[in-house]
């Protein structure tokens, strides 16, 4: 079964601390997204990764940074966590090219920032 | 992107086929129509996508009328596994070496009634 995997279902940060979330594939996929889902609003993109090293900001860049140093993972940081990032984080990953369109999502990190 | 419009919420008796509406009355010559859904606390998970043809496979069909401004999702026989939110986007398939950027709405809430 292909797989997206996120390190952790559950966290609970303090406002100000460094947050790392950790997503890894294991379907050698080119793409790979950052999404964070809120109620009332949907799903918004954050990051995505079209290739090692590289990246593109989605819709809601703003106080996040990514990292993609290996082609299977992609990890998002929060430099500086404030309560207003408290939300479930999505990543998904997709194959170049392939003509289906279809993302991969993993199960998601609910973030809880005090 | 082509927006799209998904009634808020769906119920659906166990057994019968749920009919799900998109309307997308901007959608270009070169978008494409694509359905996920979402179970409570996963991911979304793609089910299908079409441009202009009736699409089949082994989740659900995709019918998309003639003048491609809306389109109904059809799962032949609901089960109660089969509730979830459900996402119609309409995004221009990505040239080559593209990511695949999907912006989701608020989707539509579907219940499967036993």
């Known amino acids: 079964d292909v797989k997206v995997t996120q390190s952790s279902r559950y966290l609970v940060k303090r406002t100000g601390e460094k947050v790392f979330l950790e997503c890894v594939q294991d379907m050698d996929h080119e793409n790979m997204f950052w999404y964070r889902q809120d109620p009332g609003l949907g799903l918004r993109l954050i990051y995505f990764s079209y290739d090692v090293k590289m990246k593109e900001k989605g819709d809601i860049p703003e106080g996040y940074s990514v990292s993609r140093e290996k082609k299977e993972r992609f990890s998002l940081i929060l430099e500086s966590a404030s309560t207003n990032q408290t939300s479930m984080y999505l990543c998904?990953?997709?194959?170049?090219?392939?003509?289906?369109?279809?993302?991969?999502f993993g199960e998601g990190s609910r973030l809880t920032v005090l | 992107d082509a927006k799209t419009t998904q009634p808020p919420s769906m119920d659906c008796a166990e057994g019968r086929a749920a009919n799900l509406p998109c309307n997308h009355s901007?959608?270009?010559?070169?978008?494409?129509v694509y359905w996920y859904r979402q179970i409570h606390s996963q991911g979304p998970q793609y089910i299908i996508h079409?441009?202009?043809n009736n699409e089949t496979n082994e989740m659900a069909s995709l019918i998309i009328t003639e003048d491609r401004k809306s389109s109904t999702l059809i799962l032949p026989h609901a089960t109660l596994r089969d509730t979830a939110v459900y996402y119609c986007i309409v995004r221009q398939y990505p040239l080559a070496g593209g990511a695949q950027k999907l912006v989701f709405g608020q989707g539509t809430r579907l219940t499967i009634n036993p």
């Open positions: 998904a990953s997709s194959p170049r090219g392939r003509p289906t369109g279809e993302l991969f």
């Open positions: 901007t959608i270009s010559g070169n978008e494409y």
């Open positions: 079409g441009l202009k």
